[in-house]
């Protein structure tokens, strides 16, 4: 049984820039990665640890899983046992800021 896996405000923020950028040109592509970041976020429920610390942050609490582009940045928390996607981020943008716990 795995972990549930929650999206921040911030990370589902994140998500509706990404589709409505990409839907400008291809709505249907923009459709699939969307289903595909969630599908992916969804994933680290059973495996909370497979994605790499953050480098920039150093805390084994905030890890992150690379989907094409994308960062998928995420906090795991041991009370509840709960996987929180914090970020949806393109890594052409930089370090996005991470909400505090």
Known sequence: MGRKVIISPSAQSDLSDIVAYIARHNREAAVRLGYALIARGEFLG???ERG???PELGRAD???TIYRSYRIIYRIRSEPQVV???RFWHAARGFPQVPAL
């Open 52 to 54: 790499r610390v953050v």
């Open 62 to 64: 905030l890890r992150e």
């Open 46 to 48: 059973q495996f909370p």
């Open 84 to 86: 929180e996607i914090v």
